[in-house]
């Protein structure tokens, strides 16, 4: 197990990297466009052609390394998830449908260092609840049009104007 201040270091990379334009508008896409309803919804987003899965991809895969890195050993899971809630919600959005995708794509262990860290959480079915719900929550802001229909451009542009940190 790394000590603590490496654990840091790559916390604090992996939240630099969740900054960068292309995956936090694939995070955007994922949490507030992204609305699937069976296995089938998930499975053509995943698999569809080229660039269409791209958000999907982006998202789901980060998510995962990120997770590997706490089944590694580099970062503890106790400090991982105390820092981060965002892989939580990804993985109350997919788990109803992880079985059958799993199933389908014959990949057992798709997005399974995700759900190993998820399941290492204090209460993780409580938390899970928590971001089932707000994910519901942003399906219906969907459904009745009050959500924005693409991460807001200017934000991309402001933030690669930036200085890096």
Known sequence: MADSSQAAAILLKLYELRTEPALRQARAWFAFEFH?????????????????????????????????????????????????????ALFAKLRPFLAEVRSTTNYPDYLWNLER???????????????????????????????RAAYPETAVEERAARPAI
Request: aromatic share 8%; no cysteine; net charge negative.
């Open 36 to 88: 699937p309803s069976t296995a089938r919804d998930v499975l053509a987003t995943w698999l569809g052609p080229g660039h269409q899965s791209a958000p999907y991809r982006m998202v789901t895969s980060y998510w995962d390394m990120a997770a590997s890195l706490v089944i590694q050993g580099a970062v503890p899971a106790e400090m991982f998830n105390e820092a981060n809630t965002e892989h939580v």
């Open 117 to 147: 860290v998820v399941g290492m959480m204090l209460k993780s079915e409580e938390r899970i609840a928590i971001f089932e719900r707000y994910m519901n929550r942003q399906r219906t802001l969907a459904a009745e049009g009050k959500q």
